[in-house]
């Protein structure tokens, strides 16, 4: 009977522990998140708005004259000031034709000052130095909602001189902080709205399975939740919910344990790679080398010898062809490596960003990357 209870009680210590290590394993994979990072309200959004006006105060880096709609654009907000001037007589040497783009926010109020993104749709050099005109903001359903006035901030500049230029960054495209006036409010009116609707930002059937019920856990009878979908769920306000803010407020603020997913994000217009520790490699071995070929072509001048006659100076063409194949460089990784390992070792070989990006392809069709690869 002795043995027997030695025995259990041994039993019951061994799977304490393996529940302790399954536990810190799991806790570094597991994360708690508030529902307000994870989901958003079905209707309460931002409005994307555009017009398009003119920026003046330029010094000569307008468009040019061959930029018709300029000149249109021009002449008709003269024509509006009482002034008659046709098109052909305008000079639009320091002024630009730009779109003016601004997320028009939810529950916006007249008013309120919004930050505006201004960029250049004709050949203007630069918009440095220059003011936006009152620019009417415009909406998907054709109606005015805001608008834009105000002195650009252009983080970019070009300068060019005989022969030579320089630029950096885009000097034609900038913003005006504050630069935007809400003129119409564009609210959502949620006593209205029959049921409420949490629109996940990912697409997961355990979190929101996981959102609805904690929920139902923690607001009891004020509010009913519902997983529709991956992607959505649904929200019935009970008759203890009291005003809708104040209940959105105690939901956004629930915690929802959620689990990482490894995830490898790279960019093959910039070179850039984001790869999360997490990320675990199968058993792979990769093969790397280099082919490059140069084709050079020098001009010679071939004149005829002094006292010659019938000669002529021609100039011929030299071309030289030199191809280097480096031998292939070549990484062994074991089953459960990381990806600073992988990092390392691409290094090692002098492995570029472009490279990197190939090789990741690579294994992720192979089965090696246990991770999802986005490119973007």
Do not use: C
């Not at 039993?11 to 810190?24: E, F």
């Not at 509010?223 to 005003?243: F, I, T, W, Y």
């Amino acid at each position: 009977m002795k043995v027997m209870r030695l025995n259990k009680w041994f039993t019951l210590a061994a799977i304490a522990a393996l529940l302790a290590v399954l536990g810190q394993e799991s806790a570094s994979q597991v994360r708690t998140v508030r529902v307000h990072e994870l989901a958003t309200v079905e209707g309460v959004r931002e409005n994307p708005l555009i017009g398009y006006g003119l920026v003046a105060g330029l010094r000569g880096t307008g468009d040019s004259q061959q930029t018709i709609f300029t000149t249109q654009m021009l002449a008709n907000a003269l024509q509006k000031m009482g002034m008659q001037v046709l098109s052909t007589q305008v000079k639009v040497k320091n002024v630009a034709s730009v779109f003016v783009t601004v997320n028009l926010p939810a529950f916006a109020r007249p008013g309120m000052q919004l930050d505006v993104t201004v960029s250049s749709m004709g050949d203007a050099s630069s918009l440095s130095g220059g003011t936006l005109l009152m620019t009417p903001l415009r909406a998907a359903d054709g109606q005015i909602y805001a608008a834009a006035q105000g002195t650009l901030t252009v983080g970019g500049y070009s300068a060019s001189g005989p022969g030579t230029s320089k630029q950096v960054n885009h000097p034609t495209a900038g913003r005006i902080p504050g630069g935007g006036l809400v003129e119409r409010e564009a609210t959502v009116d949620l006593s209205a709205l029959p049921n409420l609707t949490l629109l996940l930002r990912e697409p997961d059937f355990a979190i929101a399975q996981r959102i609805a019920d904690s929920i139902n856990r923690e607001l009891g009878p004020m509010v009913v939740a519902r997983a529709a979908d991956s992607r959505s769920v649904e929200l019935k306000a009970g008759d203890k919910a009291g005003p809708i803010p104040a209940m959105l407020a105690k939901v956004e603020n629930l915690e929802i344990p959620v689990t990482q997913k490894p995830k490898v994000v790279v960019s093959e217009r910039t070179g850039t790679i984001v790869m999360g520790k997490d990320v675990q490699l199968g058993a792979v071995s990769i093969l790397h080398g280099n082919l490059s070929i140069e084709v050079a072509t020098e001009l010679h001048v071939s004149q005829p010898l002094p006292g010659s006659k019938g000669g002529e100076t021609v100039v011929t063409p030299q071309t030289t062809v030199k191809t280097q194949d480096n031998s292939a460089r070549r990484i062994e990784l074991r089953e459960g490596a990381n990806v600073e390992q992988l990092v390392n070792s691409l290094q090692a070989i002098g492995a570029t960003a472009q490279d990197v990006i190939s090789i990741l392809q690579a294994m992720k069709a192979a089965g090696a990357l246990q991770a999802e690869l986005e490119v973007i």
